[in-house]
């Protein structure tokens, strides 16, 4: 594995300013001293810091650094380094392992699986091997993705597009998928869901195990390069898997990306349809016309990525709809960093900002399009979150008014 | 993926924000496009106009403006605009909550003291900042906090003590107990000024404070009245133990720039102004003199029927090098540099850096001109330190520059 080059970063500290993390625990050195500072102690193979754990990966570094280093990425790599001689915990197995427990669940009736995760005795446990009793872990869907897509009845088109759901779609939030391929149908275009798409590898990474993440980004890459020779664009629509697939396989998994010609970016399923809509394929007139007010929440990753708001341009498309954006920083969740027991204050510290200004603004919607975003602004505000695309269908969809 | 609006604002440093504002308050769709997050949020809220001339230190920015050399920012755009724009900008920051003042009739450019012991000559300030009562004062405490970065108070006062107004005066040195347990790092006046903006922090500051409250004139302190609430917070303190408290300015993270990048971030998404993070623009499609739109490394098109371009200089990207070459980074505009690279560099480290002024030549109106003086993009106007012709370190004009010619620039853009 190849160290990244930190001598780009020229100490400026812009980092340590707009790191959600540092601002509200000293338990954390910061970005700078974490990432390009200390990699150069670890070309010297000098011992990790503990702090490096506490690097939430949110990629705020990356988003504010003038010189383009990739902070959170020379992170994740030592951390990565550093799991190769030190197992991660079960708790983090746990959590990395979310797409693997939602395979095995799908076999038990949902209510029965999300009762057997939130009655006490279960949080007791999970409390106990380290993830926070205070957090609530998104629950499980009645049918996950695979089998609603299956009994979902598309019309005959003969424009396809290729869906990659990722694993929070799958287990949590399958409507949304439905949803979308709803709208891709609307917009003239058949929805092929390849089976064999797997976790994108974020959480595996960020916990540690790197040799399952690379499993996953070989069978992700095969399949996309596949699609790719026939021409078929692959959208997907969390912001994480998307970064995982734009910037980090090309970094992590070099060898990987070179298969395709280090083109491994999805297409980003908001914008195809902001082209659909622009290209006059999805007309919204007939759309639901009364007045709502919605509050969006731009995800890190999504910021990270360098193509705007997709989400937040389809609200202000909607007629009615007034959509503002909150622009009040990081949630704090990080995947699964906000549910680990010694980082759930943190994580709910670095939120306040966003939960304030949600609170303040006498807004009830609030609009995110990354899943555990949307679990933790509903735990630190009551309010209800939706996707952008849930609204879309909602105004777009006489058959649901 | 093609997007449009009428204004393209590319660059989110004072000038890009500054430029984005004005931009927006003609009613026209806005896009502000950042890579990094710019350096006002590591540096200063004072405004720094012109604090040398001809390598002496002047008081009367405006009075030496007009002997400037022709092709400095402030020649091409006039005094009046740069006098219009600052007027504007105090009126802003007082609009959202945080007062900047210029200096008092006469008295010429405020003299404002840093954590290095030094003063610094700057324009506008806050009042937290705003070091003239030092003057009168005959007792002077100097604070830090323990296990604080980068102030020092037998520095601070060592180094003071050459300016001969200073010499006489009584200073001391004390070190508050630091109210931030079992940190892993160091402390910057950045933790300390968000602890404050907290009950428990303005609690702690008062309480430690207190005690020398009467027995000193004046109180300078490292930056960490606060943050959002940094204004109420130093009136409170001031008023309470009845002292005047001034804020030294510090280096990075220097805190009250982060101050004034919140105020603007914010002002920015109340004026629907679309902010998209992380882009990196690469290149641009022109046609006949005019820009279509700009492509980003994920490439994007960005589409728009005015640009405003404030990319920095050569440490943000905004311009590129490569021995004998310089050149604008994304219309590759070629930039008047000598083709022997000895006569890039100074033997004066303090002196005059042809890295810190090279930059695009612009008209008075700040869109590009080729050497002739003909415009060479007629939807394009460039602002802050992008622009070539004055040495921002040596001048002390990096915030006056980026500020006028960004207000310059939003206001033109938005009229066309």
Known sequence: ?401 | MNRKSDILVVGSGLAGMTAALTAAASGKSVTLLCYGAGSLSISSDCIDVLGYFGGERTKEPFTVMERLPEEHPYRKIGTQAVKTALEWFEKFCAGAGLDLHKPAEGEGNHELITVMGTTKPSWLCPDSHDAACIRDAKHIAVFTVENMKDVHPRLIIDQLKHYPFLADKDFQGFTLPCPIKDARRNITPLDIARYVDKPDGLRWLHENLEAFAGKFDVFLLPPICGMELAQNVWKKLSTELNVRIVEMISIPPAVSGLRLYDVLRKSLNQKGVYLAENVQILSADVEQGKCRALYSEEGQRWEADEFVIATGGLLSGGISTEPGKAWESIFHIPLNVPADIEAWSSPDIFGSSLFARMGVSVGGDLRPLDEGGAILLKNVRFAGRVLGGYDFALEKSGHGVALATGWLAGTLAGKE
Not at chain 1, 121 to 143: E, H, M, N, Y
Not at chain 1, 198 to 226: H, S
Not at chain 1, 270 to 295: H, R, T, W, Y
Not at chain 1, 361 to 383: F, K, L, P
């Open chain 1, 1 to 401: 594995m190849k160290h990244r080059n930190p001598d780009k970063c020229v100490a400026c500290s812009t980092c340590v300013v707009q790191c959600p993390v540092a601002e509200v625990t000293s338990k954390f050195l910061g970005p700078r001293m974490t990432g390009p500072a200390s990699e150069r102690f670890r070309l010297l193979n000098a011992g990790e810091d503990e702090s490096l754990s506490y690097c939430a990966n949110c990629k705020n570094c990356n988003i504010s650094c003038p010189q383009g280093v990739d902070v959170a990425n020379i992170n994740m790599l030592a951390r990565t380094r550093y799991s190769r001689e030190h197992r991660p915990s079960f708790r983090d197995w746990i959590l990395a392992h979310g797409e693997l427990e939602a395979d095995l669940v799908r076999f038990f009736p949902s209510s029965l699986v999300n009762f057997g995760m939130v009655n006490p005795l279960t949080k007791f446990v999970l409390d106990a091997i380290g993830i926070s009793k205070k957090a609530d872990l998104p629950t499980f869907a009645r049918d996950q993705f695979p089998a609603l897509f299956k009994s979902y009845r598309q019309p005959t088109l003969h424009k396809k597009v290729v869906f990659f759901p990722g694993c929070y779609i799958k287990a949590y939030a399958p409507e949304t998928g439905i949803d979308l391929v709803w709208l891709l149908n609307r917009a003239g275009y058949n929805v092929i869901y390849p089976e064999n798409f797997c976790c994108c590898g974020t959480p595996l990474y960020t916990n540690g195990f790197e040799k399952d993440a690379r499993k996953n980004a070989a069978v992700n890459l095969l399949e996309l390069k596949k699609w790719r020779e026939e021409g078929i664009p692959v959208l997907s629509l969390c912001p994480s898997c998307q970064l995982m697939f734009r910037s980090e396989i090309p970094i992590y998994f070099p060898e990987l990306a070179e298969e395709l010609d280090g083109k491994t970016a999805l297409d980003d399923a908001q914008e195809f349809i902001l082209s659909c809509i622009e290209k006059g394929e999805l007309p919204l007139a007939g759309a639901e016309q009364n007045k709502l007010d919605v509050m969006y929440h731009a995800p890190c990753h999504l910021r990270a990525q360098g193509i705007g708001m997709p989400g937040l341009e389809l609200l202000k498309k909607l007629p009615g709809v007034h959509a503002v954006n909150a622009d009040a920083g990081c949630c704090g969740i990080s995947g699964s960093y906000g549910f680990k027991k010694e980082k759930y204050d943190i994580g709910m510290a670095v939120g306040s900002q966003l939960f304030r200004t949600i609170k303040d603004s006498g807004i009830e919607q609030v609009a995110t399009d990354c899943g555990t975003c949307r679990v933790q602004i509903m735990h630190g505000t009551g309010h209800p979150v939706a996707h952008p695309l849930n609204i879309l269908r909602r105004r777009l969809d006489t058959t649901r008014r």
